[in-house]
């Protein structure tokens, strides 16, 4: 069993990529807006079934098609943001209204794509899929060149992220925007603008992990909508507030736990004993893995 | 004439709390501005600054109206509000915030430098510089949150209750603190203060009673207890 272990954390760390990808995403909106922006999960849907279907039916060479899944896939989650979170937001909607609006957007647009294309897994094999999906053994591990981009786009966007908001005055002046809006506003930030760049960057980041995964996992599927949202959400809040590089980080976490798991017990415990393991840390540790604590329940 | 405010009708949505508000700020004036709870003194602060559309009237900032306009072209002309109750970002540093004060300066050394000046005013926000600021006392926040509008050098600063949660020696304090700067910079000062002390650095008064201006005059007049309290219940117009 011992012997398995290097690939069996590769194989975490690849998983954690993924994970951390889509937690830096949600967390980059959900700290500047503030929203529970569940309508995030459609982005990944919608991205990776427009490349689908400009490059695999219609004919589209792939990386015009790519390029376009993409820039509509951002399109439409800023499209979410003018027409649905900013107009409640100028009403002063309550949180939970906001909540709910978004999970009905999700379900409306999930539907929308599901009649057009079935709601079943379809195979997505790019042209170069087959060269990204063999294996190259490295000493006596075995690596997919897909999962090699995986992970050093993960770490690199961490990285910076981490650096941007810590270490700039624009990524404390984003984070600021997330904290007060108005105060914001006082000191004379361009709240709203903040706002748009910050759903566009978190939704092309999503975009781009929907397309990578996708690719990795040779199909497109209408689940992968919610299976995102969840990671997501539980990086980011495992995280804790405004740790938007720190969601990455506990992307990663959530990855190796999964497939550490599985050496262990059968597959089907993994999901169980990950989330036990989350929400024993969280009950440790209630501000997040890399929290400060300043909220409290209730207040 | 640094502000000059004419006939402003102001409110939230349809609802108006502010019906007629005349009011006038000269250069390098300290004006004070009091009234009972709810009278509309934050209402018309918020207003003029531009986080609230004004319904009707004028708002005119060194002879240009800006009634309306985006509170981030105020601050560029050099225009701060401090808003009520210390807001400070509570997650960010000390050092951090008054960054952010500083949002709109191009250079980071001028960032610098006036940093070391609002240090300079309260030397006990330099001792915490990477304590955050939610874990600050309510009188140590509001040094910080007006230090945070000092941080742009303004030319009008909009006060709201500087001496909320100060201990009575310590608005005696921030009072004499800000007519330093005023008297320094020559930044004029529109300060809406519940306290007897704003009268000692204040030259004009206005009390404010239901959305309107109800009496305007001399600090002198409301030094005197029984003034003070004519003037908070006087009739709308008198
Ligand atoms: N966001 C809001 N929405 C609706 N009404 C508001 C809002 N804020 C204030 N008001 C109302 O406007 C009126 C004036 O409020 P404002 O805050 O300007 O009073 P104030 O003179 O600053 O009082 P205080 O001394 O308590 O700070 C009050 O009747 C208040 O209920
Ligand atoms: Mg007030």
Redesign the pocket.
């Known amino acids: 069993m011992l012997a398995q272990l290097p690939q069996v954390l590769v194989n975490g760390v690849v998983l954690g990529a993924v994970y951390a990808l889509i937690g830096v995403g949600f967390a980059i909106i959900y700290s500047t807006l503030g929203v529970l922006h569940f309508a995030h999960g459609i982005v990944f849907v919608a991205a990776s079934y427009l490349v689908f279907w400009f490059s695999l039916t219609m004919g589209v060479p792939v990386w015009l098609g790519i390029v376009a899944g993409i820039v509509i896939a951002v399109g439409l989650s800023l499209l979410i943001n003018a027409l649905i979170y900013e107009p409640l937001r100028a009403r002063e909607a309550r949180p939970y209204i906001v909540l709910v609006a978004s999970i009905g957007t999700f379900i409306v647009l999930e539907n929308l794509i599901g009649i057009q294309f079935a709601f079943i897994p379809r195979l997505f094999e790019l042209p170069f899929s087959k060269v990204l999906l063999t294996p190259i053994l490295v000493g006596n591990i075995y690596l997919t060149p897909i999962a090699i981009i995986i992970v050093a786009t993960a770490i690199v966007l961490c990285v910076g992220m981490y650096l941007f908001f810590s270490c700039t005055k624009i990524g404390t002046a984003v984070l600021a925007v997330g904290h007060d809006t108005e105060l914001a506003e006082i000191v004379g930030m361009r709240t709203k603008l903040v706002r748009y760049v910050a759903m566009g960057v978190g939704s092309a980041l999503a975009a781009v992990t929907a397309i990578l995964w996708c690719i990795q996992l040779g199909q497109v599927d209408m689940t992968i909508g919610w299976v995102a949202l969840f990671v997501a959400f539980f990086a980011t809040i495992f995280a804790g507030e405004g740790k938007i590089a720190g969601a990455g980080g506990t992307g990663f976490i959530m990855g190796i736990v999964w497939n550490v798991a599985a050496l262990r017990f059968p597959t089907k415990w993994s999901q169980t004993i990950l989330f036990m393991f989350v929400i024993t840390m969280l009950w440790m540790k209630p501000e997040g893995v890399f929290g400060t604590r300043t909220g409290r329940m209730g207040k | 004439m640094a502000l000059e405010v004419t006939n402003l009708r102001a ?3 349809k ?1 108006t ?1 502010l019906t007629d508000i005349s009011l006038r700020l000269g250069d390098g004036e300290i004006v004070a501005m009091i ?10 602060l ?1 207003t003029i600054f531009g986080l609230i559309p004004p319904q009707a009237g004028t708002i005119r900032y060194n002879g240009q109206e800006i009634g309306g306009r985006r509170p981030g072209l105020n601050v560029l002309d050099g225009m701060t509000l401090t808003p ?1 109750g210390a807001r400070v970002f509570p997650n960010l540093t000390i050092h951090q915030n008054l960054t952010m004060g500083g949002y709109t300066i191009r250079h980071r050394s001028e960032v610098n430098a006036r940093r070391e000046n609002v240090f300079r005013l309260f030397p006990v926000l330099a001792q915490r510089l990477n304590q955050r600021a939610g874990t600050l006392s309510g009188g140590e926040r509001q040094m910080l949150a007006i230090g945070m509008s000092l941080m742009m050098k303004p030319k009008l600063m909009l006060i ?2 500087p001496s909320t949660g100060l201990a009575p020696l310590l608005v005696t304090e921030m009072l004499e603190h800000l007519k330093r700067v005023n008297r320094e910079t020559g930044t004029s000062l529109l300060i ?1 203060e ?1 306290t007897q002390q704003i009268m000692t650095i204040a030259d004009r008064v206005y009390c ?1 009673k239901l ?1 309107r201006i109800a009496v305007e005059g001399k600090p002198e007049r409301f030094m005197d207890r029984e003034e003070l309290r004519k003037a908070y219940l006087a009739d709308v117009g008198e």
């Open positions: 409110g939230y949505g609802k709390v009234g009972v709870n709810g009278a509309g003194k934050s209402t018309t918020n009520q709201d209750e809406v519940q404010m959305g």
